[in-house]
Structures are given as structure tokens and as C-alpha cells.
């Protein structure tokens, strides 16, 4: 596995990681522990260096899953984990965000013992709270770090001014926000703003919650846990739109003898190289196939093709239903 660095003076990782999310909610019912703990342990013998989670997935059992997975690899591999929502007593999401400074150090100590590890790679804010200012949020990571419980500091669908106020207090390392040939916003304002500051991407559901890889359609149905039935992007109206787009992937990834989804991986990688995608998979044979995307190489025309060939398509639906927002734990 090929290498880069998230940004200019963030940390060498794998030049793609894994989003481990799904594993243990999301997208229906969570998969088999024995079987999860094998994926993530088969993507580190793949190597995979670069581990996503959040302490809201679940709540906490993606943080506990991951760190009994990785404790092998102590030393070897890099965690990013995150915090920023509310959880009640009783370890369920409730409505409402908290990045006060004390609710911040309380995440990162339960983080640090569900991980299994003495500091966290990379700590996240997972959105933006707009009733604390992004300098304390900035500030109280920053003391982790100078502590020696934290190494990086991040921020997640975070706008470009919150990036660069955050920036002047504590150097972010890396920004995490949804990245890909369905959703190019990015591409307007942050990107340009990454590239000045030195800072690196994350590109979350690079392959569009799945519907990039062809394997979706307007007759799927989605397990009555699954996300996704809430999202307008994914009504089976919008599906149906939308497959104009995943048919012209799907041409060109046969052109260059390759699978959609890796045609879409390989696009985003060639975009900058400080953009490290966290493709998510609770199959193996899918994380075989994201993997060999890093070996996909796209020439200057290839990109153009791809390119007008997506602009030729108005993707319908939002994002997210309007009430959820920023509420939302993707």
C-alpha cells in the first residue's frame, strides 16, 4: 500500500484508510464481531495504516471494536477518533451537540480506554458547535496534545472560516467532510483553503453511502435500521435520477478494465495528494476491491472524461432531510 501525508506537516498514512462506522451501526444491524474484527485485522495485513471511528458510532461500541482489533498493531497503526455529540446516561445519542472543554477531555479519556491506547492519533471535532467558539474547542485540544493524549487535531464538516479560526489557535491536521463524484462541493471553497493552510482531507462516503459502486438501484431495499431510508439523495425517486450517473461510471471503469467503485477511489485520489478517502465495507471481497484502487493510475484525460462525464449529470435529492442538518451522526 502506497503512502502519503495528510497535509504539510501531518503524518504519513496509508494513501487510503477505512471508515469503520459501519461495522457497528448506520447501515443496519452490526456485523458479526468475530467477523468484523477479521476485516479490520485483514486491511492492516493489506496495509492499511489509517483507522476511522467516533465514539457516537453506536454509541462507543465502533471505539471498542476498533480497539480490540488494533491492539496487535499498537504502534503501527494511526486512529482517528471524535467527539462533539450528546449521549445520555444510559449511552444513547440525544439531540444537540457539546464541545465544551470539559465535555471534550471527558471524550478523550473514554476514549483512550475503549481504543486501548495511551494517545489518540488524531482527535476530531465531529461538528461544529455553534454555542462554544472553535478557539476553545481549538485551545482545550490543544492542552490534550501538549498533555501527550492527543497527537493531531481535526475537524469535521467544519466550513473554511472555521477551519482557518481554528487554525490560528491549534494547527489542524486534517479536515474530515464528505468528498466525492456525488457531492464536489468541497471543491469550491475548501479545498483551496486546505492547500493554502498545509492542512490534509478526508473524504468520507467517497463512494456516495454505496450507490457509487452500482450496487444500488432504485429497488433496493434498505433494512429498516439503515440510515439511508432517511436521506432524500437516497428516496427510490432520486435513485432513479441518479443512475444516469453511476451508468457513465460504470462505462468508463469498463474502458479502463476496472469496477466502478474503484474508478471512483482512484478519481479522488488523483484530485490532491494530501486526500486520503476512508471507504467503509463490512465484506471482505469489497475491501479487497476498494484497495486495488490505489493501483488504478488515471492520465490527464481519463480525469477530463470522468469529469464532464459527471457534470453531465444533475444529481437529485438532498444530502440530508432539512431537520437533521448538522445533527445528524453520519
Same mark, same amino acid.
Given at each position: 500500500? &502506497?503512502?502519503?501525508? /495528510?497535509?504539510?506537516?501531518?503524518?504519513?498514512?496509508?494513501?487510503?484508510?477505512?471508515?469503520?462506522?459501519?461495522?457497528?451501526?448506520?447501515?443496519?444491524?452490526?456485523?458479526?464481531?468475530?467477523?468484523?474484527?477479521?476485516?479490520?485485522?485483514?486491511?492492516?495485513?493489506?496495509?492499511?495504516?489509517?483507522?476511522?471511528? %467516533?465514539?457516537?458510532?453506536?454509541?462507543? %461500541?465502533?471505539?471498542?471494536?476498533?480497539?480490540?482489533?488494533?491492539?496487535?498493531?499498537?504502534?503501527?497503526?494511526?486512529?482517528?477518533?471524535?467527539?462533539?455529540?450528546?449521549?445520555?446516561?444510559?449511552?444513547?445519542?440525544?439531540?444537540?451537540?457539546?464541545?465544551?472543554?470539559?465535555?471534550?477531555?471527558?471524550?478523550?479519556?473514554?476514549?483512550?480506554?475503549? @481504543?486501548?491506547?495511551?494517545?489518540?492519533? =488524531? /482527535?476530531?471535532?465531529?461538528?461544529?458547535?455553534?454555542?462554544?467558539?472553535?478557539?476553545?474547542?481549538?485551545?482545550?485540544?490543544?492542552? /490534550?496534545?501538549?498533555?501527550?493524549?492527543?497527537?493531531?487535531?481535526?475537524?469535521?464538516?467544519?466550513?473554511?472560516?472555521?477551519?482557518?479560526?481554528?487554525?490560528?489557535?491549534?494547527?489542524?491536521?486534517?479536515? &474530515?467532510?464528505?468528498?466525492?463524484? !456525488? !457531492?464536489?462541493?468541497?471543491?469550491?471553497?475548501?479545498?483551496?483553503?486546505?492547500?493554502? =493552510?498545509?492542512?490534509?482531507?478526508?473524504?468520507?462516503?467517497?463512494?456516495?453511502?454505496?450507490? =457509487?459502486?452500482?450496487?444500488?438501484?432504485?429497488?433496493?431495499?434498505?433494512?429498516?435500521?439503515?440510515?439511508?431510508?432517511? @436521506?432524500?439523495?437516497?428516496?427510490?425517486?432520486?435513485?432513479?435520477?441518479? &443512475?444516469?450517473?453511476?451508468?457513465?461510471?460504470?462505462?468508463?471503469?469498463? &474502458?479502463?478494465?476496472?469496477?466502478? %467503485?474503484?474508478?471512483?477511489?482512484? !478519481?479522488?485520489?488523483?484530485?490532491?495528494?494530501?486526500?486520503?478517502?476512508?471507504?467503509?465495507?463490512?465484506?471482505?471481497?469489497?475491501?479487497?476491491?476498494?484497495?486495488?484502487?490505489?493501483?488504478?493510475?488515471?492520465?490527464?484525460?481519463?480525469?477530463?472524461?470522468?469529469?464532464?462525464?459527471?457534470?453531465?449529470?444533475?444529481?437529485?435529492?438532498?444530502?440530508?432531510?432539512?431537520? @437533521?442538518?448538522?445533527?445528524?451522526?453520519?
Amino acid at each position: 500500500m &502506497q503512502a502519503r501525508k /495528510l497535509g504539510k506537516n501531518g503524518p504519513e498514512v496509508s494513501v487510503l484508510g477505512l471508515g469503520c462506522m459501519g461495522l457497528s451501526s448506520v447501515y443496519g444491524p452490526a456485523t458479526d464481531h468475530g467477523e468484523a474484527i477479521r476485516l479490520i485485522r485483514t486491511a492492516v495485513e493489506r496495509g492499511v495504516t489509517l483507522f476511522d471511528t %467516533a465514539e457516537i458510532y453506536g454509541p462507543f %461500541a465502533n471505539e471498542l471494536l476498533v480497539g480490540e482489533a488494533l491492539e496487535p498493531f499498537k504502534g503501527n497503526v494511526f486512529i482517528a477518533t471524535k467527539f462533539g455529540f450528546r449521549i445520555d446516561s444510559e449511552g444513547r445519542q440525544v439531540p444537540g451537540l457539546d464541545s465544551r472543554p470539559a465535555h471534550i477531555r471527558e471524550v478523550a479519556e473514554a476514549s483512550l480506554k475503549r @481504543l486501548r491506547v495511551e494517545t489518540i492519533d =488524531l /482527535l476530531y471535532q465531529h461538528r461544529v458547535d455553534p454555542a462554544v467558539p472553535i478557539e476553545e474547542v481549538a485551545g482545550t485540544v490543544g492542552e /490534550l496534545i501538549r498533555e501527550g493524549k492527543v497527537r493531531h487535531f481535526g475537524l469535521s464538516e467544519a466550513s473554511a472560516a472555521d477551519v482557518r479560526r481554528a487554525h490560528g489557535v491549534q494547527p489542524v491536521t486534517a479536515l &474530515q467532510s464528505e468528498y466525492s463524484l !456525488w !457531492w464536489r462541493e468541497p471543491e469550491d471553497e475548501i479545498l483551496p483553503t486546505l492547500e493554502e =493552510l498545509g492542512i490534509g482531507f478526508v473524504p468520507f462516503s467517497p463512494l456516495g453511502r454505496g450507490f =457509487l459502486t452500482g450496487k444500488i438501484d432504485e429497488t433496493t431495499q434498505f433494512d429498516s435500521s439503515d440510515f439511508r431510508n432517511r @436521506l432524500p439523495r437516497f428516496s427510490a425517486e432520486a435513485r432513479k435520477a441518479n &443512475q444516469s450517473l453511476v451508468d457513465v461510471l460504470t462505462a468508463l471503469a469498463a &474502458q479502463k478494465q476496472v469496477t466502478s %467503485a474503484q474508478l471512483a477511489l482512484a !478519481w479522488l485520489l488523483a484530485q490532491k495528494p494530501w486526500i486520503v478517502p476512508i471507504p467503509g465495507t463490512t465484506k471482505l471481497r469489497r475491501l479487497e476491491e476498494n484497495l486495488r484502487a490505489a493501483d488504478v493510475t488515471l492520465s490527464l484525460a481519463d480525469l477530463r472524461q470522468i469529469e464532464a462525464a459527471a457534470d453531465s449529470v444533475t444529481v437529485q435529492g438532498a444530502r440530508y432531510p432539512e431537520d @437533521l442538518s448538522r445533527q445528524i451522526s453520519r
